[in-house]
């Protein structure tokens, strides 16, 4: 498959064969290129209880985060674990949507990390309670992240009630308490730590030990 080992991917524009076909292949929501939303690669093993299973409850009042999608008020690790597309165009004719997965300079040009690679598997989070400044987010990201810190700084947890709760990729779910704001916000602008919105979100460790499963 294409997969080749990986979990599946947070983000995927087109179709498998035509990356521009209008499709937009998250891993909760799937929006076909008409405006119908469907579940996602992950949602899709929810067998039918996809409101139930991934709705997180402290997110139920909030708008959706992105694209329109209904919330789940949940993030996935793509800063190691799952690979993300960058968005297509018009020079993409002839691609899949696989074709346009990001290489990162943190995996050294990877995509993504194998299920294979995870051997921190106990202390890696895999999903969490997403949260930014005015809303939730559905993309985890990690303060050691080599790239875009503006993007980083977007992608951290909510701790409604000073908790947030972490699924990890061993399978065991935990609620931490203390939100960490990250190793570079004493250099960043105001603009890009006001997206995090600390204490009422953070990170779940200072520098990437908490998303990096090597």
Same mark, same amino acid.
């Given at each position: 498959t294409a997969s080749e080992g990986h979990?599946?991917?947070?983000?995927?524009?087109? +179709?498998? !064969?035509? =990356? &521009?076909? /209008?499709?937009?292949?998250?891993?909760d929501w799937w929006k076909l290129a008409d405006?119908?939303?469907q579940p996602g690669p992950l949602w899709a093993y929810a067998e039918g209880g996809e409101r139930l299973v991934l709705e997180c409850p402290t997110a139920r009042l909030a708008e959706?985060?992105?694209?329109?999608?209904?919330?789940?008020?949940?993030?996935?690790?793509?800063?190691?674990?799952?690979?993300?597309?960058?968005?297509?165009?018009?020079?993409d004719a002839g691609l899949g949507a696989w074709d346009l997965l990001v290489p990162k300079a943190n995996l050294q040009g990877g995509i993504a990390l194998r299920l294979s690679?995870?051997?921190? +598997?106990? !202390?890696? =989070? &895999?999903? /969490?309670?997403?949260?930014?400044?005015g809303g939730v987010n559905k993309f985890m990201r990690s303060p050691?992240?080599?790239g875009?810190?503006?993007?980083?700084?977007?992608?951290?947890?909510?701790?409604?009630?000073?908790?947030?709760?972490?699924a990890w990729i061993d399978g065991h779910v935990s609620s931490?308490?203390?939100p960490y704001k990250g190793e570079h916000w004493d250099m960043l602008p105001d603009w890009v730590t006001d997206s995090l919105d600390w204490p009422s979100n953070g990170f779940l460790s200072e520098k990437s030990e908490a998303y990096d499963p090597r």
């Open positions: 979990l599946p991917p947070a983000l995927l524009y087109g +179709s498998d !064969t035509d =990356a &521009l076909s /209008g499709d937009i292949r998250a891993w405006g119908r939303v959706a985060s992105w694209d329109g999608d209904p919330v789940t008020g949940y993030n996935y690790n793509v800063a190691f674990v799952a690979g993300e597309a960058r968005l297509p165009h018009a020079g690679q995870c051997r921190q +598997s106990g !202390t890696t =989070a &895999l999903f /969490g309670t997403g949260g930014r400044r050691g992240d080599v875009s810190l503006d993007m980083a700084y977007a992608g951290g947890q909510s701790f409604p009630a000073g908790v947030t709760n972490v931490l308490r203390q």
